[in-house]
Nanobody, 124 residues
Framework: QVQLVESGGGLVQAGGSLRLSCAAS????????MGWFRQAPGKEREFVAY????????YYAHSVKGRFTISRDNAKNTVYLQMNSLNLEDTCVYYC?????????????????WGQGTQVTVSS
C-alpha cells in the first residue's frame, strides 16, 4: 500500500512557475514508476509526465514538453513537477500516481495508487 500526498498548488499569473511535490509513504517508493496527471472540470484525466523507478527515463505530454520537468528523490520518497511558463490552459487539478508494473505509463489505468490532487489555477 502506498499513500500519496500532493502539495504546492495554488494561484499563479500566466507566465509564472510552480513546483508541485508528491510525498509517498512506505519503503518501496523506488519500486514505482511515478506519473503526474491533470484534470479540468468536465474533462477526462490527462497524462502530463512520468518518470521511471530510478529516474533514468522521463516522458512528457506534448502540451507541456519544454515547460514542465518531472524529477524524483528516492531518498525522500518524493516526486516533483516543476512547471514553468504556465498558461491558462494549465489550470487543473494535478494528481500524482504510482505504477508498480506496466509499459503504458501514459494511461491512467496503469497506475495503482493516486493522491488526492492539488489545484493549480493560472490567472491572466
Amino acid at each position: 500500500q502506498v499513500q500519496l500526498v500532493e502539495s504546492g498548488g495554488g494561484l499563479v499569473q500566466a507566465g509564472g512557475s510552480l513546483r508541485l511535490s508528491c510525498a509517498a509513504s512506505g519503503r518501496t517508493f523506488s519500486s514505482y514508476t511515478m506519473g503526474w496527471f491533470r484534470q479540468a472540470p468536465g474533462k477526462e484525466r490527462e497524462f502530463v509526465a512520468y518518470i521511471t523507478r530510478s529516474g533514468g527515463s522521463t516522458y512528457y505530454a506534448h502540451s507541456v514538453k519544454g515547460r514542465f520537468t518531472i524529477s524524483r528523490d528516492n531518498a525522500k520518497n518524493t516526486v516533483y513537477l516543476q512547471m514553468n511558463s504556465l498558461n491558462l490552459e494549465d489550470t487543473c487539478v494535478y494528481y500524482c500516481a504510482a505504477a508498480r508494473a506496466s509499459i503504458n505509463w501514459v494511461n491512467p489505468a496503469s497506475y495503482d495508487y493516486w493522491g488526492q490532487g492539488t489545484q493549480v489555477t493560472v490567472s491572466s
